[in-house]
């Protein structure tokens, strides 16, 4: 099980302060700072996109999305959480634009630790750029039909040295869904 963090080198959240582990919940029960406090703020967000399943169907994929007006982050760090009981994550995520490293890893059952972008790479540090970063593959467990909520949590940005970049404050997008049918 690979387990990646940027506060090992010396990484950042959004809000500048050091990195800890955010508190879990459900869409309901999440706790972070950011677009509940003040929408009229919010400059950049990441986050995944809607997803249907027909009956028969037990893998598919979720889409994560970022959007900024400000300039991005080199290094980003997410979390995205789901229901455990419904659906299990695969570790082999698929990088969609132009990011030298997308890694992932599972780091509980419902919930994927994504970096995307390398503070260990020679080549040139690279924006975090708007639109689809990423696929993450899934298994749907079995259970009756349902819409299943997946969300973003314990985003951090950095510069490639580990140091906060002064840039924007990326906030997790509203929940998405995974609806099974």
């Not at 890694?103 to 975090?128: E, K, Q, Y």
Request: glycine share 12%; charged share 20%.
């Amino acid at each position: 099980m690979t387990v990646l963090c940027l506060a090992a080198c010396g990484g950042r959240r959004a809000d500048g302060h050091a990195d800890s582990p955010a508190p879990s919940g459900g869409p309901g029960g999440r706790s972070h700072s950011g677009p509940q406090d003040d929408p009229g703020k919010v400059r950049s967000t990441v986050h995944v996109i809607d997803v249907e399943i027909e009956a028969g169907t037990n893998e598919s994929s979720l889409e994560l999305e970022f959007r900024t007006l400000e300039v991005p982050p080199t290094l980003m760090q997410l979390d995205v959480v789901t229901d455990p009981s419904r659906i299990r994550f695969r570790p082999d995520v698929t990088g969609m634009a132009a990011i030298p490293t997308v890694r992932a890893g599972i780091i509980a059952p419902g919930r994927i630790r994504i970096l995307l972008g390398d503070a260990l790479s020679p080549a040139a540090a690279t924006p975090v750029p708007n639109g689809s970063l990423a696929s993450i593959p899934f298994e749907l467990l079995p259970g009756p039909p349902a819409s299943i909520p997946v969300w973003v949590e314990s985003v951090v940005v950095s510069d490639p040295t580990g140091e906060f970049e002064g840039g924007p404050q990326v906030f997790p997008g509203p929940a998405a869904t995974i609806s099974a049918f």
